[in-house]
């Protein structure tokens, strides 16, 4: 059986982007501490967070639609032997049907907000929205740590993500910017 830690060291061999240990590590603990037993991934990559979730007894739902991830997703979810769906297609045109009480943001940093809003309302009634890379590697804060343009352009969605994410009335986040590379958490206010 293959197992979340293999997964990852062939996902740095292979220079796929997965998401930081101690993010991964937060993202467990708080499914743990809201109770949560489902989860819907948006962007899979090789399967490492689902197959790891998996490991700490969620059952995962994840979408991908790069067919090369989804070869390399398919096959690391059927060695794990854990109880993972992968979905394949586009998140935003893909058919899901929930609830989730965990949906896992993790795709394209650009579409953060789309996904969002397409998606929490598969969300169950305690569930969380977690989202990834919201410090995108200390650029957020510092966009002047890079002249690539489309790289200013991610900077730029994700504190527009950032701020959307503030101005929610019937949401709160709390974002965790010591954890991993910057995690948020959002739920619905009570």
């Not at 062939?10 to 982007?17: L, S």
């Not at 109880?83 to 795709?107: K, M, N």
Request: charged share 30%.
């Amino acid at each position: 059986m293959k197992d979340s830690l293999e997964i990852t060291k062939e996902a740095v061999v292979h220079m796929v982007p997965v998401m930081e240990a101690e993010g991964l590590e937060e993202l467990a603990s708080l499914a743990s501490e809201n109770g949560c037993q489902s989860m819907l991934e948006i962007g899979t990559a090789v399967a490492r967070t689902a197959v790891y979730m998996a490991e700490q007894g969620l059952t995962v739902a994840t979408i991908e639609r790069d067919p090369d991830m989804i070869r390399q997703a398919r096959k690391n979810i059927a060695e794990s032997g854990k109880p993972v769906t992968l979905i394949e297609g586009d998140a935003l045109e893909t058919a899901v049907t929930g609830p989730f009480d965990l949906i896992f943001i993790d795709a394209a940093k650009s579409q953060y907000r789309r996904f969002f809003e397409r998606y929490s309302p598969l969300l169950s009634e305690n569930g969380i929205i977690v989202t990834d890379n919201m410090k995108f590697h200390g650029m957020v804060d510092h966009p002047e740590m890079t002249e690539n343009r489309h790289t200013r352009g991610l900077i730029r969605r994700l504190r527009e993500y950032r701020r959307f994410l503030e101005g929610l009335e019937d949401w709160t986040t709390e974002f965790l910017d010591d954890k991993g590379d910057g995690i948020a958490v959002s739920r619905r206010k009570r």
